[in-house]
């Protein structure tokens, strides 16, 4: 192979990369194209569709209505990983937390992982067109293309503020739940899509406070980048504290039945209580083995995940 115009070192790095991906077996490939995906990301995304979907449907929804949304929105999220992961790879290859990504290790090239994206993206919209309806469509794509040029190009590396609004994306499946079942908005989605939104920086910011020097390292200005810990804490508090009373706000709304507020008042008691604990131990110290941010992260998951499945639950218990 000629290199007209490159360095030794850049055709040794070049060489390098060539070779890793030459070596990488089959198994190793289909895994990194997996992880270009993020499945966790997907994961959390779904359980914000399905469960809307039981409460649009006041019940059980036509399981092939359910298939065919999870595949679409799962092959849109995935686009949508996929593109930030072909943006961020300089970034990525100088993080802990993401050095051993596809793109950093070179397992898969970035014109590969591009046309990958692009691939699920048009499937992604296809699917959810054709067998769903084309408004569950359209908010997929918008979604996609908010989270990779609105997020990922324009507000992570430039403001504190990125997490914040560019979080909106991921509140999208909320909507998708809803217009997959009826094919119209309404304000229920819409309060669900504000839970979303409000429990996204603290979930997001407790992340951060662990891998904050990595963030540091590469120039990307999250919260706890450019802000002591005692700050990230009060604006966790103060965003928490907004998450539980919007959830409580789908009662009157939708009007739920007992299941779900019950549900909604308790989870929220329990992360605020963590959410407090928190910027308590960062009161006095920047020591991430007293603040215990992880705690608040994975508490963050937790709430979700319960109190979406008691949106689920709530009709079949209650109707």
Not at 40 to 67: D, K
Not at 240 to 256: E, N
Not at 290 to 302: D, E, G, Y
Request: glycine fraction near 6%; hydrophobic fraction near 50%; charged fraction near 15%.
């Amino acid at each position: 192979m000629t290199y007209v115009g490159q360095s030794a070192s850049a055709r040794t790095r070049a060489d390098s990369r060539n070779d890793r991906v030459s070596s990488a077996s089959l198994r190793d490939v289909v895994q990194a194209y997996v992880g270009l995906t993020k499945p966790r990301v997907i994961e959390l995304l779904l359980l914000t569709t399905v469960p809307v979907m039981f409460f649009a449907a006041r019940g059980v929804p036509e399981l092939g209505l359910v298939v065919a949304t999870v595949i679409g929105g799962t092959l849109s999220a995935g686009s949508a990983s996929v593109f930030n992961c072909v943006y961020d790879r300089d970034i990525d290859e100088q993080m802990r937390r993401t050095r051993r990504r596809a793109l950093p290790r070179h397992i898969v090239s970035p014109r590969a992982a591009t046309i990958f994206g692009f691939v699920l993206g048009v499937l992604s919209t296809l699917v959810l067109g054709l067998f769903v309806n084309w408004l569950s469509a359209g908010l997929a794509v918008l979604a996609n293309a908010f989270y990779v040029f609105v997020y990922t190009m324009v507000l992570k590396r430039r403001t504190t503020q990125n997490i914040v609004w560019g979080g909106l994306a991921g509140c999208f499946p909320a909507l998708i739940g809803w217009t997959a079942v009826t094919n119209s908005l309404a304000w229920t989605p819409v309060v669900l899509f504000l839970v979303v939104f409000f429990w996204t920086p603290p979930h997001t910011w407790a992340l951060a406070l662990r891998y904050r020097e990595d963030y540091a390292n590469v120039d990307v200005p999250m919260l706890p980048v450019v802000k002591p810990a005692r700050e990230v804490g009060r604006q966790v508090v103060a965003y928490s504290w907004v998450m539980v009373a919007t959830s409580l706000v789908l009662w009157p709304v939708a009007g739920t039945g007992w299941f779900y507020p019950a549900a909604a008042a308790v989870l929220g008691v329990v992360f605020l209580v963590e959410a407090h604990k928190m910027w308590s131990r960062a009161q006095d110290t920047e020591d991430l083995s007293v603040i215990k941010p992880m705690r608040l992260f994975h508490s963050s998951n937790l709430y979700l995940s319960l109190l979406f499945v008691a949106v689920a639950l709530d009709p079949l218990l209650t109707r």
